[in-house]
T-cell receptor, first 114, second 113 residues
Framework: ETGVTQTPRHLVMGMTNKKSLKCEQHLGHNAMYWYKQSAKKPLELMFVYNFKEQTENNSVPSRFSPECPNSSHLFLHLHTLQPEDSALYLC?????????????FGPGTRLTVL | GEDVEQSLFLSVREGDSSVINCTYTDSSSTYLYWYKQEPGAGLQLLTYIFSNMDMKQDQRLTVLLNKKDKHLSLRIADTQTGDSAIYFCAEKGSGGATNKLIFGTGTLLAVQP
């Protein structure tokens, strides 16, 4: 148990659906991250938030929309996804957003787009 | 660009040592990390090393860094079946203040009893 929780753990959705992934951290951290883990590809950083402000958008398509209402919660809103978006989506948090700050990961949401 | 490479698979017998290798391209990397991912779980930080070090030991884990060759390795002594997992090497990307990690594809370690 790392102190980072993600819900749901599994999600199956059609291409026309709208769904949201939720991440919550109980570590008092100020930075939160979304990563995408696809089969046989390196983990890809999607978004970084530091003190609720987005500091990194790694050229992510607009069908993925992040939201960070406070430092403890991070959402990823999904709409009109494609089958190639099927992956494990991992959330992480760290005390700050500098290189010395260790990132702690949640268990991930396994997303399948039909 | 920044790139991190690892071999995909390693098989060892229980009790032997495991050595997982990683190469990276960004010579300005300041921190290099090893993460472990068990089935159905997120990534767990195992250890990290500053780029001005060449070795770090933590119980059964030994990290070796050859900065000249941009080569990082993780040695697990007395490997146990519970060490079976995917191991990811990561570097902190250069440029900007954001804590951006560049990950390798991961090495699947299979420990045979």
């Amino acid at each position: 148990e790392t102190g980072v929780t993600q819900t749901p753990r599994h999600l199956v959705m059609g291409m026309t659906n709208k769904k949201s992934l939720k991440c919550e951290q109980h570590l008092g951290h100020n930075a939160m991250y979304w990563y995408k883990q696809s089969a046989k590809k390196p983990l890809e950083l999607m978004f970084v938030y530091n003190f609720k402000e987005q500091t990194e958008n790694n050229s992510v398509p607009s069908r993925f929309s992040p939201e960070c209402p406070n430092s403890s919660h991070l959402f990823l809103h999904l709409h009109t996804l494609q089958p190639e978006d099927s992956a494990l989506y991992l959330c992480a948090s760290s005390q700050g957003a500098s290189g010395t700050d260790t990132q702690y990961f949640g268990p991930g949401t396994r997303l399948t787009v039909l | 660009g920044e790139d991190v490479e690892q071999s995909l698979f390693l098989s060892v017998r229980e009790g032997d040592s495991s050595v997982i290798n990683c190469t990276y391209t960004d010579s300005s990397s300041t921190y290099l990390y090893w993460y472990k991912q068990e089935p159905g779980a997120g990534l767990q930080l195992l250890t990290y090393i500053f780029s001005n070090m060449d070795m770090k030991q933590d119980q059964r884990l030994t990290v070796l860094l050859n900065k000249k060759d941009k080569h990082l390795s993780l040695r697990i002594a007395d490997t146990q079946t519970g060490d079976s997992a995917i191991y990811f090497c990561a570097e902190k990307g250069s440029g900007g203040a954001t804590n951006k990690l560049i990950f390798g594809t991961g090495t699947l370690l299979a420990v045979q009893p």
